[in-house]
């Protein structure tokens, strides 16, 4: 994943009942980099947030196998 890129997200079929309303009508997605959590006692835990519809969200690495970069040559 490279900051800046456009995704698409696929095989929403898979995507979990509670999120699949928002990710089965959303355009593009705007990869903005990790966003990193370190908490009180010694854990660092890393998301990635995009841009997705004006609204920045963060995702866990598991959901990074449902976008899949958009071919610009298209």
Known sequence: MKVGDLYEVHHK???PHSTSDFWSSCGS???LGEDTIHRDD???ITNHA???DGQRR???K???RFLEPIDESR
């Open 13 to 15: 079929w898979l995507l």
């Open 29 to 31: 997605v705007l990869y």
């Open 42 to 44: 010694g854990v660092t």
């Open 50 to 52: 995009v841009l997705v």
């Open 58 to 60: 963060i995702l866990d």
């Open 62 to 64: 598991s959901f990074l």
